[in-house]
């Protein structure tokens, strides 16, 4: 067992000072997206930090199994769906092919990249870092449990890592260490089966489906959320027979319809099967496939594939922590906190997935940072706003929002003119070839103020941050129509709904 274990190695901040009995000022549980944040602008303000990291390998989600992968895949897809649109322009290809194993070696090859580059930010010696499980024993004392599962690459890695500090990297583990404060980042796992029989017939899941050494002839994708969508398109583009089940009336059925049923009508186009609206029966293996058995339309369908992709979702990773005997709340799994990122106990924290209730890095690390932020300055406290929540789904079109859906408005009564424009009407898109998708602005309709926008269409996830920007200086419509927009951009597609909304609202 490698520990990285700097106690006693680091200046005394003042507020170790005045708490001389606590082993550390901050102790963080989990070194992924949220947990290095904390750190980093923890330690960035003097506060004597200390992250434990329990999984097998050093990254989090994101960079091992979630964001970094899943892209690499799908733009992988993407270019191959492109390489096989090539006529359009004029230009013909013999033949097109690809070599899976290569495609997944490009993959593990930048994922390796990314997670030694995290390690390394672990590893500067800036805050104690240490490779064990850890579980409350009291509100201010850590249990730290050795974890012998790491893999061999990374344990090696971990322990050649020079402690930029000077300072010596241990073989000792504490078995206990207290603290003042503490941030919770353990992220999230799995959700369980809704259906026992799904764990009979063992099913793929985006961990899994990351390993995968060779794809399977057919798959059913049950869910139609952002890991569901996105999986379904990687594998239909390279020839996997998709059908996709998912229980709401459209998929991702936390965005508004049209942005839904845009990505619906391009995956039948496509030719992947997507039945919405259903209800999950029954779940077994029949003649070498697997059976899902599902209520539709008021009729009962069964589908056979080779594989099925479990994507019903992830919960948040707070139990086995020692929550509930130390006081911490649960809401519905998620770790409750306030806007200050504080849980139950005030001065234990809680940020990222384990803290729900979006599994967005940004906003994991947004929610550290303001952890952290409150911790080393706790009479200046800054909160979470979540005014500028964007949400980003990587498939092609891509779908972006930021601020208010008209989903949302509608729940949270709030007034808005909308106007949108199609990506099948302009200029670039059209030279793209890249015809499916809109953009839709939502404005005040007494100021003009814009609240909320949405971009289904080529690379939505990039054109959305301009309304970031705009949203972030509380523009309006007109201010975002009077702007310069370049031709022939994408970009200047945003200049139409603008305009639209500008004529209706007086200045
Ligand atoms: C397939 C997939 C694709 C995704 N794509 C995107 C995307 O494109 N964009 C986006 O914004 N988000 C995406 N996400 C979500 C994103 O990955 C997460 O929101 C983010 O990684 C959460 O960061 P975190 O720090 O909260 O948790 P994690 O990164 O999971 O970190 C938690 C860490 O805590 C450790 N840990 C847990 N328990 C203990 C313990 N008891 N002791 C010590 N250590 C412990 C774990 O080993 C882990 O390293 C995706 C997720 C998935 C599954």
């Known amino acids: 067992?490698?520990?990285?274990?700097?106690?006693?190695?680091?200046?005394?901040?003042?507020?170790?000072?005045?708490?001389?009995?606590?082993?550390?000022?901050?102790?963080?549980?989990?070194?992924?997206?949220?947990?290095?944040?904390?750190?980093?602008?923890?330690?960035?303000?003097?506060?004597?930090?200390?992250?434990?990291?329990?999984?097998?390998?050093?990254?989090g989600l994101c960079i091992l199994r979630g964001c970094m992968p899943s892209k690499a895949l799908l733009y992988a897809a993407e270019v191959m769906h492109l390489a096989g649109q090539t006529e359009v322009w004029g230009i013909h290809k013999r033949e097109l092919g690809f070599n899976f194993s290569e495609i997944m070696a490009r993959k593990n090859a930048l994922i390796k990249e990314f997670a030694d580059f995290r390690e390394q930010q672990l590893t500067?010696?800036?805050?104690?870092?240490?490779?064990?499980?850890?579980?409350?024993?009291?509100?201010?004392?850590?249990?730290?449990?050795?974890?012998?599962g790491h893999s061999s690459r990374r344990k090696e890695a971990a322990t050649s890592t020079p402690n930029a500090s000077g300072h010596k990297s241990t073989a000792h583990l504490p078995t206990r260490l207290t603290a003042k404060n503490f941030l919770i980042a353990t992220g999230s796992i799995i959700a369980p089966s809704p259906l026992p029989q799904l764990n009979e017939i063992d099913c793929l899941n985006s961990d899994t489906a990351l390993r995968l050494t060779h794809l399977p002839g057919s798959l059913i994708i049950l869910g139609g959320g952002a890991v569901a969508v996105e999986f379904a398109q990687f594998f239909a583009r390279f020839g996997v027979k998709v059908t996709l089940i998912q229980r709401s009336p459209n998929v991702?059925?936390?965005f508004d319809p049209d942005a839904a049923a845009e990505l619906e009508k391009v995956f039948r186009r496509e030719g992947?099967?997507?039945?919405?609206?259903?209800?999950?029966?029954?779940?077994?293996?029949?003649?070498?496939?697997?059976?899902?058995?599902?209520?539709?339309?008021?009729?009962?369908?069964?589908?056979?594939?080779?594989?099925?992709?479990?994507?019903?979702?992830?919960?948040?990773?707070?139990a086995r922590l020692g929550l509930e005997d130390i006081g911490v709340q649960l809401e519905y799994h998620r770790i409750a906190t306030n806007a200050h990122m504080q849980t139950t106990l005030r001065h234990i924290y809680a940020a990222g997935d384990c803290a729900g209730l979006h599994e967005i890095v940004h906003i994991a690390v947004q929610q550290a940072e303001i952890a952290a932020h409150n911790i080393a300055h706790p009479h200046q406290m800054k909160a979470m706003d979540n005014r500028l929540l964007t949400?980003?789904?990587?498939?092609?079109?891509?779908?972006?929002?930021?601020?208010?859906?008209?989903?949302?408005?509608h729940v949270r009564n709030i007034p808005y003119l909308v106007a949108s424009y199609p990506f099948g009407d302009h200029g670039k898109s059209l030279i793209m070839e890249a015809r499916d998708g809109f953009v839709k602005l939502l404005a005040d309709p007494m100021t003009g103020e814009i609240i909320g926008g949405?971009?289904?269409?080529?690379?939505?996830?990039?054109?959305?941050?301009?309304?970031?920007?705009?949203?972030?200086?509380?523009?309006?419509v007109h201010q975002l129509a009077a702007m310069p927009h370049y031709h022939p951009t994408l970009a200047e597609i945003w200049t139409y709904p603008a305009e639209e909304l500008a004529a209706k609202i007086s200045k």
């Open 252 to 254: 991702l059925h936390e």
């Open 454 to 476: 949405c971009c289904v269409g080529p690379v939505g996830g990039e054109l959305i941050h301009e309304i970031i920007a705009a949203m972030y200086s509380r523009m309006t």
């Open 272 to 318: 992947m099967v997507v039945y919405t609206g259903t209800k999950l029966l029954d779940a077994r293996r029949s003649a070498g496939q697997k059976e899902i058995v599902f209520e539709h339309e008021q009729r009962t369908i069964r589908v056979h594939a080779d594989e099925v992709f479990f994507a019903l979702g992830r919960i948040p990773n707070a």
């Open 391 to 409: 949400e980003v789904i990587f498939t092609d079109p891509q779908i972006a929002t930021v601020g208010l859906t008209e989903k949302r408005a």
């Open 124 to 148: 500067t010696g800036k805050f104690a870092f240490l490779r064990a499980h850890a579980r409350f024993t009291d509100a201010h004392t850590l249990e730290i449990l050795p974890h012998h």
């Open 1 to 59: 067992m490698h520990a990285c274990y700097a106690k006693f190695a680091f200046p005394s901040s003042s507020m170790n000072e005045a708490q001389p009995h606590f082993d550390f000022d901050l102790a963080i549980i989990g070194g992924g997206s949220a947990g290095y944040a904390a750190a980093r602008t923890a330690s960035a303000a003097g506060v004597n930090t200390v992250v434990i990291e329990g999984g097998e390998d050093v990254g």
